[in-house]
Nanobody, 127 residues
């Protein structure tokens, strides 16, 4: 089994930054793709960023240039650096993981694409 625990959310003003963390536990050697999703009230969930075990990344167009996904294998932690935050970034952010790689475009991935999920961390951006 795999457990994911997010942290780092909070309330910031427009233009601010946050770093979200996702701590992994359990049989993490089986994982080859990690992701961050977000869900805002009344909107569909969106895959924001993906990272494969070899370090290759993909980003949604809505965040490209403002967001960086990274991983520290020694610490078994994944990060999502959010910069130049906008009010439309307000959402619950979830980290997710799956054994298979993520090799197609990020828009092809949804909640059903991933096997393991964290409980979420709230990001609120005020203008």
């Amino acid at each position: 089994q795999v457990q994911l625990v997010e942290s780092g959310g909070g309330s910031v003003q427009s233009g601010g930054s946050l770093r979200l963390s996702c701590a992994l536990a359990g049989y993490t050697d089986s994982l080859n793709c990690m992701a961050w999703f977000r869900q805002a009230p009344g909107k569909e969930g969106e895959a924001v960023a993906l990272i494969n075990s070899d370090g290759t990344t993909k980003y949604a167009d809505s965040v490209k240039g403002r967001v960086t996904i990274s991983q520290d294998n020694a610490k078994k932690t994944q990060y999502l650096q959010l910069n130049s935050l906008k009010s439309e970034d307000t959402a619950m952010y979830y980290c997710a993981a799956r054994p298979s790689r993520c090799d197609v475009g990020i828009t092809n991935y949804n909640q059903r694409s991933f096997d393991y999920w964290g409980q979420g961390t709230q990001v609120t951006v005020s203008s």
